[in-house]
């Protein structure tokens, strides 16, 4: 592998596991304070398979560059994280938390089934592992769209709230990473452009048909994920305050 | 008003050649709101190839006892609208040893009324003794989607999924004691 595509591919890989252990964290949140227990229960579940993902993205990084995914989790700054901004926006309500996860849901589950033929083997049975797991989370997030969006006038609001804030930020999940063009062309990684599309239609009909408006002027539309929120500086200093506080810690 | 949602029973198969088992039930919205949630519940990580659920007032039940004393009479099912001829699965414990499941699925029966559902099983299925029998509406119960592609997305992940105890974080998970250096030597030595 060519050095330059080498060091494209360790920002994709990067990225991807960034923006799976930041949404992680967010919805772990909810434990203990979800809306009933059989969804608390659910949305845990959800969130250990994402962290699961990062550590597949992330261990396919220490084979490119032996770095070691719990210093990349818990040792990096808020500047060094490479995750999209929609990931680290404050958990909200129930809706706003749904509707995240169904456009990232979504967004996921297309990107993993063009990636499924990638010419890097050790990404394309990665690619394989993830993607049974996010069908059934889209399914889940999909159910849960619908039926807040169809429910009452106030969840309906609700979810329609969280779709204006959220709309924007969620195209930044299709700006390609500097370079990742080369990881394109040699077949690495799918464009993001025909699974942008894709994610357009299928979204805006599942949105309408459960009764939101749209389009919607999508407002604010991060591009570079050196850019963050505020928000990212608190969720990493919460998630990292333990590794942080005694980085030998060898007993408990 | 009650903003409870209904609970739902849940019936989980562990291989195609098991019946499906009584395993616990959850509270949703709708049917498929409930096998969503069920799949979660029940088979993130135990062994699933399909899961039903069916509303907890749909399904009619009798204990041994129950049938001894003869109060056979299921309650108010005239007002759901069940007084035709309807296919009926039957569910039936046969043993007080498990605690995690309570009836398994044994078959079929075509009944006019829940009570001559629950008969007919009585006469159908003979091969074991029943400590309780469920009767429920076969259009009442509502069942995983069998294809391939839903069985490899909701069930096959638990199978590479295991509980890690604690030891296995050898580094935090050590205890204390295996550190302890003697007394007033200082940990830094």
Not at chain 1, 166 to 171: D, E, S
Request: net charge negative.
């Amino acid at each position: 592998m060519r050095p330059e595509v080498r060091e494209a591919l360790i920002a994709k890989l990067t990225a991807l596991a960034d923006d799976e252990v930041i949404l992680a964290h967010r919805n772990s949140e909810w434990t203990g304070h979800g809306p009933i227990l059989e969804e608390d229960i659910a949305l845990a579940n959800i969130v250990q398979d994402e962290l699961g993902h990062a550590t597949l993205w992330y261990g396919l990084r220490q084979a490119l560059d032996g770095s070691d995914p719990d210093r990349l989790a818990f040792f990096r700054d808020a500047y060094e994280y490479r995750n999209c901004e929609l990931v680290e926006l404050p958990k909200g309500d129930w809706a706003f938390t749904m509707l995240r996860q169904f456009l990232f849901d979504l967004y996921e589950t297309l990107w993993l089934e063009a990636a499924q033929h990638s010419t890097y083997q050790p990404l394309a049975e990665a690619v394989q592992k993830i993607m049974r797991e996010e069908r059934f989370h889209l399914q889940h997030t999909y159910a849960w769209v619908e039926r807040l969006g169809l429910g009452t006038e106030e969840s309906n609001r609700r979810l329609q709230q969280a779709l204006d804030m959220q709309w924007g930020y969620a195209q930044q999940l299709f700006v390609p990473i500097p370079g990742e063009e080369l990881l394109v062309a040699e077949g690495i990684v799918p464009d993001l452009a025909p699974i942008k599309a894709r994610w357009l239609e299928l979204a805006t009909r599942h949105l309408q048909n459960s009764g939101l408006k749209l389009p919607i002027n999508p407002g604010y539309q991060p591009t570079s994920r050196a850019g963050h929120t505020e928000h990212l500086w608190s969720i990493l200093a919460e998630m990292q305050s333990t590794a942080r506080w005694d980085a030998e810690a060898k007993v408990w | 008003m009650d903003t409870q949602w209904p609970r739902w029973e849940v019936f989980k198969q562990d291989t195609p050649s098991k019946p499906h088992q009584a395993v616990g039930s959850v509270h949703a919205a709708d049917p498929q709101h409930a096998l969503l949630t069920a799949r979660n519940i029940f088979a993130r990580r135990p062994q699933a190839v399909s899961m039903w659920v069916a509303r907890a007032d749909d399904i009619f039940s009798w204990t041994k006892e129950e049938i001894a004393e003869g109060q056979l009479k299921a309650e108010s099912h005239e007002a759901r609208g069940l007084q035709h001829p309807a296919k009926y699965l039957a569910f039936r414990k046969t043993s007080h040893k498990r605690s995690m499941t309570f009836v398994d699925y044994v078959g079929e029966v075509e009944a006019t009324t829940p009570e001559e559902a629950l008969r007919k099983a009585q006469a159908t299925f003979t091969d074991a003794e029943a400590l309780a029998w469920w009767l429920v509406p076969a259009a009442r119960v509502f069942k995983s989607d069998p294809s391939p592609q839903t069985i490899e997305s909701w069930f096959a992940p638990a199978k590479d999924k295991t509980y890690k105890q604690q030891q296995y974080y050898a580094t935090i998970g050590a205890h204390v004691s295996k550190h302890k250096v003697g007394r007033g030597v200082e940990d830094e030595a």
